[in-house]
């Protein structure tokens, strides 16, 4: 008579595994159907950390701590916070599309979180070495001894810690992935309005780019002429001066 509740109980682990398979990978985008906010997409928010130069995408001028910490990737010890302090994160870009664009504002955010999560696992054997500029004392020494040893071709490699901190400095490649999005580069880009035709070159959405500091768009190699720039007020919380931070590990509870 025991047999039956016994052979159920052991499929329930199973079951169980089942539910959690599925409350991981079940889908995060609404019904079909389902109402859009109005204006959702017409602004997108660029975040940047003061120090560490990671990027956060956002429809919302205010970081979400659950959404943001979401798109920092763990590349070491140390270089993923463990939550994010408004004292250290601000807005330094908001890119805006006219009104009603949403659709293609919601297109835009995707390639740019595209492109960043490429240039964070992405990377060559070329990354593994230190740019000149990162260059410490000692690597200089051994660069020297190295030559005398008829060796003029050592380069320093980057330590794993040096090499999560620079996957995470990714302030420059983000902004050249914005100029590069709204030119209308990439299949099925929706900032392009009309395809180029014979004697007729493709037709690009206005957009306008706002920054914080208006020397931060010259990252960018080339704007195109649909792209219009200007400066947003700084919120207030930009120029606080940043406590010291501790370890991740420290403030994690």
Same mark, same amino acid.
């Given at each position: ?11 329930? @682990? ?50 979400? +701590? ?15 916070? *463990? ?53 410490? @004392? ?27 901190? *620079? ?16 030119? +209308? ?10 395809? *180029? ?14 920054? *914080? ?28 001066? @940043? ?11």
């Amino acid at each position: 008579m025991n047999a039956t509740p016994a052979s159920r109980l052991g499929q329930f @682990p199973g079951f169980l595994r089942i539910c959690v398979r599925h409350a991981h990978t079940g889908s995060t985008r609404p019904p079909k159907g389902f109402p859009v906010p109005e204006g959702h997409g017409q602004d997108i928010w660029v975040f940047t950390h003061r120090r560490s130069d990671q990027i956060i995408y956002s429809f919302e001028p205010k970081l979400s +701590g659950f959404h943001g910490l979401k798109q920092l990737p763990f590349h070491g010890k140390k270089t993923k916070p *463990a939550k994010l302090r408004k004292d250290y994160w601000s807005p330094f870009a908001r890119i805006s599309l006219p009104a009603g664009q949403g659709s293609v504002g919601r297109s835009i955010f995707q390639k740019l979180r595209e492109l960043k999560h490429l240039h964070e696992v992405a990377w060559d054997d070329e990354f593994r070495y230190k740019p000149i500029e990162e260059y410490t @004392p000692t690597d200089k020494k051994r660069i020297a001894e190295e030559e005398k040893k008829g060796n003029p071709d050592y380069r320093p490699i980057r330590t794993k810690q040096e090499r999560g901190i *620079a996957l995470n400095r990714q302030k420059p490649n983000a902004i050249a992935d914005m100029a590069a999005v709204l030119s +209308g580069l990439g299949r099925g880009n929706k900032v392009v309005t009309a395809e *180029a035709t014979e004697g007729a070159e493709k037709q690009l959405m206005e957009v306008t780019v706002s920054w *914080a500091n208006d020397q931060d768009r010259q990252y960018a190699e080339e704007w195109s002429s649909n792209v219009t720039h200007g400066l947003f007020d700084k919120p207030s919380y930009m120029s606080e001066k @940043p406590a010291e931070e501790k370890p991740a590990e420290e403030k994690a509870v």
